[in-house]
T-cell receptor, first 114, second 118 residues
Framework: AQSVTQLDSQVPVFEEAPVELRCNYS??????LFWYVQYPNQGLQLLLK??????LVKGINGFEAEFNKSQTSFHLRKPSVHISDTAEYFC????????????FGTGTRLTIIP | DTGVSQNPRHKITKRGQNVTFRCDPI?????LYWYRQTLGQGPEFLTY????????KSRLLSDRFSAERPKGSFSTLEIQRTEQGDSAMYLC????????????????FGPGTRLTVL
């Protein structure tokens, strides 16, 4: 079984400031890791994913994440946020075999302050 | 690539009524997933299809819930005798077969169907 913990339910950040959204996971098997973004009244959109290889993953909209196996973390970062980044962000994990269903964290609401 | 579509987008029903939701995946995707998202929570896995075969069901899927995917194309999720606890956003996602280069394990989500049970 897998689980995902997003410790911060809400993160307010001033526009153009950097941001880090934290994600920790637990699993007894090898996993793939994902960050999804959900804008109001919309479905989930994939920001980035880690499958294997380089532990620093770059995604869309200037976001990046770093996989740290020893700390079982996959934190999301952006060096300078914009108003348009206001959304709910979900970290997710799946096993790397079988049906590859996603297990999500509870989400972090990112609010950008002008 | 027209994306995953779901209908209806919103459904309001009275407790005890039956409801059915539809999901149309991206055409070449053979995997289809249903998730449920309640307020303040992340999506939770409900069930999974590979082509027309339903291969896994979550313990969250009580016997009042049934899902089908005839001919491996669109899918329907039916809830019988709805309860207020069924109020949630129901999300559908689809993906390519595993080990497909370039888009491996990327699930594409539809906009969801928001169910309100009065």
């Amino acid at each position: 079984a897998q689980s995902v913990t997003q410790l911060d339910s809400q993160v307010p950040v001033f526009e153009e400031a950097p941001v880090e959204l934290r994600c920790n996971y637990s699993s007894s098997v090898s996993v793939y890791l994902f960050w999804y973004v959900q804008y109001p009244n919309q479905g989930l959109q994939l920001l980035l994913k880690y499958l294997s290889g380089s532990t620093l993953v770059k995604g869309i909209n200037g976001f990046e994440a770093e996989f740290n196996k020893s700390q079982t973390s996959f934190h999301l970062r952006k060096p300078s946020v914009h108003i348009s980044d206001t959304a709910e962000y979900f970290c997710a994990v799946s096993s790397n075999f079988g049906n590859e269903k996603l297990t999500f964290g509870t989400g972090t609401r990112l609010t950008i302050i002008p | 690539d027209t994306g995953v579509s779901q209908n209806p987008r919103h459904k309001i029903t009275k407790r005890g009524q039956n409801v059915t939701f539809r999901c149309d995946p991206i055409s070449e995707h053979n995997r289809l997933y249903w998730y449920r998202q309640t307020l303040g929570q992340g999506p939770e896995f409900l069930t999974y299809f590979q082509n027309e075969a339903q291969l896994e069901k979550s313990r969250l899927l009580s016997d009042r819930f049934s899902a089908e995917r005839p001919k491996g194309s669109f899918s329907t999720l039916e809830i019988q005798r709805t309860e207020q606890g069924d109020s949630a956003m129901y999300l559908c996602a689809s993906s390519l077969p595993p080990r497909t280069s370039g888009r491996r394990n990327e699930q594409f989500f539809g906009p969801g169907t928001r169910l309100t049970v009065l």
